[in-house]
């Protein structure tokens, strides 16, 4: 099963070290790990997809606050929850396909955002489920290459 | 000069300019570092020479991983934090196994590294070495000092996390500019650790569920662990047990927490525990674990452990309760403070028919060796150490067989008094830790009660206890064997002995070399009055017992078993 968790950390060199060192010690499985800025220069936000049962989500948790430069960790569980990842993908698309192409793009409120003779790039965003559907979609034309930056999250709340 | 004609009088009397390297010192004497341990290195000239007239008695060893050793067993015999030093590239890589046997034992440590100039880091410089990185899952928390002006708050955080919570070392990282930049200084201290964060009391309704729990239980255990002594709360534990009247189960880090002459201790527990407590642990219907983690080598196969039995756990690290056991009633927070609250709250209750089977199991599955052999029994020299020194000596050990024995078979009554690598298992640890709690403890006896090849690992370290005149007897319980491997390899691997029998020197020789006495037994009728010439030698006193080559350890449970399927209690009751 999949768990978001969301941890502030100090904006201090070899955090993310420290969490990624710590997730492979203890032998977690991460999905995907996306840090950024926030609002406050100090701190960073770290938003970290793992599997595993409620066990393991429990003991990530509490390994991830033991860390002395992570503030704060938040996991969803039981939250309604805006989980978003973004992606940009490159589709081979030669001119005969691109109309067919072009309405499925906007179906998925994707963005084209560079484009050439034979190809053209989407940026895509969204729950983790759309992205991966709008793939299969593609992959009859031919997906040249994908890159996504993981899942974020925010708890309506919040 | 400047900050006279700016600030008040009271502020300029606390500030100055001073050098990275002496905030250091001043910062380490602020913490109250009296002694430290620790080996030179280019980029540690600027600190060493601010601590040439600086009032801390400092050890050198002969190799960083001694001195660290000897900084956590300074630190296990007193509870304060134990400091090393050690130089960039070669000196920090050697404090890692010493960092990683502290790590493990949650003892608490500061230590700190010299590192290339900053503008160098990362480019291969001459002794560079990644050691934020390489120590980063063997230290609590470590950290690099870039700018002079975070280094006495960053001093002063190591300490503080070192000291506080779960302990544990805490490294911290100094590229030698730093040492040498100045700075202005204002007496502040300040600490900045919005992620660190404390939970002493343990929750007030927590505590009340568990009493009631208490005081309903017809036959509890309690299990107590290193974080007991940690916290030094051995005397409140002392106190709740007797209250709720408890008989009391050690690990083996927790040995010394509750004294083992009372009738109510059922020594250690698990993998070479007393059959009597883990006969106990798989029959209660409440374990009561406080400061101790489910390990391994406690629980056996952990889904039988203590499967009829509901679980307290107190502990202050919270990651550890319901890592390898689910419990029943958690309680975070500080040992010494929870365990006082309980003990108000609980009842004394009698349970006359479970203190009857206990004493049962004591009597039918005692310790037991063969006491007639005409072969010196390693276990016999420890039961000889233990009446001529009342019970009294700080011990230290190595690990293997002789570890165990040391568990079994002295008594401990007092917290701080059995200094051992549990966690890690680090052979090499005894004769350093050895030195370590005699620099702590000058006025007690220290015996490191040693094996062979362990010994052989660190013994270089015995040239550090001549050169500062250190009283301490090592007693190495030689076998000719990695004995502990050995078993393994004769109960498991069909008495192939693969590569684990050794070529050992003649230690009395070396010892004198290295300006000890050394002294050989290899007569059982000798033992008593070697032991009664080593008690009273000032020097370092290094003394090689021949002892019976292939005695095992029992009882034991195999690896994968619940603790109560142990092996060698047919053995031990053909000794009766
Ligand atoms: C540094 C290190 N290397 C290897 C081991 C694995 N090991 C555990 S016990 C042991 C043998 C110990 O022999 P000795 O010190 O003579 O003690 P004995 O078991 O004979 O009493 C070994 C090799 C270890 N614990 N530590
Ligand atoms: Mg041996």
């Not at chain 1, 978001?4 to 991460?30: Q, T, Y």
């Not at chain 2, 047990?241 to 927790?254: D, F, I, Q, R």
Request: glycine residues 8%; aromatic residues 6%.
């Amino acid at each position: 099963m999949k768990h978001i968790i969301s941890a502030l950390v100090e904006n201090k060199p070899g955090v993310l070290a420290h969490v990624a060192g710590m997730f492979a010690a203890r032998a977690f499985n991460i999905d995907s790990l996306v840090v950024g800025r926030t609002e406050d220069p100090e701190l960073s936000r770290m938003t970290i997809v793992v599997i595993g049962d409620d066990r393991v989500l429990e003991q990530v948790r509490k390994q991830l606050a033991k860390i002395v430069p992570v503030v704060k960790v938040q996991d969803f569980v039981g939250q309604p929850v805006v989980a978003r990842d973004l992606m940009l993908v490159t589709i081979s698309a030669p001119p005969a396909k691109r109309a067919e192409l072009l309405s499925l793009i906007e179906m998925f409120k994707g963005k084209v955002v560079d484009i050439g003779l034979k190809f053209i790039m989407v940026e895509i965003s969204g729950p983790e489920a759309k992205i991966d559907a709008f793939i299969s979609m593609c992959r009859p034309y031919g997906i040249k290459s994908v890159a996504r930056t993981g899942t974020i999250a925010m708890s309506r709340q919040a | 000069m400047k900050s006279k004609s700016k600030s008040s009088a009271a502020s300029a009397e606390n500030s100055s300019i001073k050098t990275g390297a002496q905030i250091i010192v001043d910062t380490l004497i602020e913490q109250g570092v009296d002694t430290m341990f620790g080996y030179l290195g280019g980029v540690l000239l600027p600190l060493f020479d601010r601590l040439y007239d600086a009032p801390i008695n400092f050890i050198i060893p002969r190799h960083e991983q001694g001195g660290c050793h000897m900084a956590d067993a300074y630190a296990r015999a007193t509870g304060k934090t134990g400091v090393v030093i050690a130089t960039s590239g070669p000196g920090a890589c050697n404090l890692v196994t010493g960092l990683a046997t502290a790590m493990m034992d949650s003892v608490p440590m500061v230590a700190l590294t010299g590192q290339v100039r900053t503008e160098l880091i990362g480019n291969d410089a001459f002794q560079e070495a990644d050691t934020t990185g390489i120590t980063r899952p063997v230290t609590k928390h470590n950290c690099i000092v870039k700018d002079v002006k975070d280094l006495g708050r960053t001093i002063r955080e190591a300490f503080y996390i070192a000291s506080t919570g779960r302990q544990g070392p805490v490294l911290i990282d100094l590229p030698v500019d730093v040492e040498v930049s100045k700075c202005k200084t204002d007496g502040s201290k300040k600490m900045s650790l919005p992620g660190y964060r404390l939970r002493a009391e343990g929750n007030a309704r927590q505590i009340s569920a568990a009493a009631k729990m208490i005081n309903k239980s017809n036959k509890p255990v309690l299990y107590v662990g290193g974080g007991v002594i940690s916290a030094n709360a051995s005397k409140e534990l002392r106190a709740f047990a007797e209250k709720a009247h408890l008989p009391v189960t050690m690990t083996l880090l927790g040995l010394g927490s509750y004294d083992q002459n009372k009738p109510e201790s059922l020594d250690m527990l698990g993998m070479h525990g007393s059959a009597y407590a883990n006969y106990a642990v798989q029959e209660c219907d409440l374990l009561i674990a406080v400061g101790a983690r489910f390990d391994d080598r406690v629980t056996g196969k952990v889904k039988t452990f203590a499967a009829n039995a509901k679980i307290i756990h107190i502990d202050v690290d919270p990651a550890s309760i319901s890592k390898n056991v689910s419990v029943d009633i958690p309680v975070v927070g500080d040992a010494k403070v929870i365990l006082a609250q309980l003990a108000k709250e609980v009842e004394h209750k009698e349970r006359k028919e479970w203190f009857k089977k206990i004493a049962d199991w004591k009597k039918n599955f005692p310790l037991r060796y063969d006491k007639n052999s005409t072969i010196i029994k390693p276990q016999y020299v420890i039961e000889e150490l233990y009446h001529q020194t009342k019970g009294q000596a700080i011990i230290a050990t190595g690990v293997g067989q002789h570890q165990m024995w040391a568990a079994q078979f002295y008594k401990y009554s007092k917290a701080r008094q059995f200094l051992t690598s549990g966690g890690l298992g680090t052979m090499g640890f005894g004769l350093p830790a050895a030195i370590g709690a005699q620099i702590a403890k000058p006025n007690e006896t220290v015996i490191d009660i040693d094996g062979d090849s362990s010994f052989n690992m660190t013994m270089t370290e015995l040239s550090t206890a001549v050169e500062h005149k250190l009283p301490i007897k090592v007693c190495i319980l030689n076998n000719g064997y990695m004995g502990m491997v050995r078993q393994w390899q004769e109960l498991f691997y069909n008495k192939r002995y693969s590569k684990s029998y050794l070529s050992n020197p003649d230690y009395a020789t070396v010892a004198k070399a290295l300006g000890a006495v050394g002294m050989t037994v290899d007569k059982k009728a000798d033992v008593p009055k070697t032991i009664k010439a080593m008690l009273s030698e000032k020097r370092p006193c290094v003394v090689d017992f021949k002892i019976e080559r292939e005695e095992n350890v029992w009882p034991m449970v195999p690896a994968g078993k619940s603790i109560d399927e142990m092996d060698g209690l047919d053995i031990l009751e053909s000794m009766a």
